[in-house]
Structure formats: structure tokens, C-alpha cells
């Protein structure tokens, strides 16, 4: 499954909001330098779905706010 994230990186509170069933805002503390705040998105998508975090993977936008994400099914 793919889903569309919207990336808000260095928040003071790490959550994920469902803006629809393909749309996501993720905020992160980490911040947006080095891949750190990519690598807290996908642990923090990994959490939310129940899933290990090898099963969530960034497959576009790495360096822009809104990203393409795979979630494995």
C-alpha cells in the first residue's frame, strides 16, 4: 500500500495524524538534516501500523515535505 505523508520535522510531539485513508501529517522531533527526520518518519509510521520498521520504506521525496511512502502489506 502506498500513502502520501506530509512531513513536519524538529516538533516538540512525535505523532501521526490520518488526514484520510492515503494522506498522512507526520511530525517528528528529529531534525531535517542527514536523513534523521526521514529514519524517525518511518519508525514512527512503523509504530503506528503495528508493523517492524523494515516493512516501511520512503520511495520518493526524501528531501521534500510531502512524501511517497510504501507500507507493507
Not at 35 to 40: H, R
Amino acid at each position: 500500500m502506498q500513502i502520501y505523508i506530509t512531513a513536519k520535522p524538529g516538533a516538540k510531539v512525535e505523532k501521526v495524524e490520518e488526514i484520510d485513508k492515503t494522506h498522512f501529517a507526520v511530525s517528528v522531533k528529529a531534525p531535517a538534516k542527514e536523513g534523521k527526520a526521514n529514519k524517525a518518519i518511518e519508525l514512527a509510521l512503523a509504530k503506528h501500523f503495528g508493523l517492524r520498521p523494515y516493512e516501511v520504506e520512503i520511495v520518493a521525496g526524501h528531501m521534500a515535505k510531502t512524501k511517497l511512502v510504501e507500507i507493507a502489506e
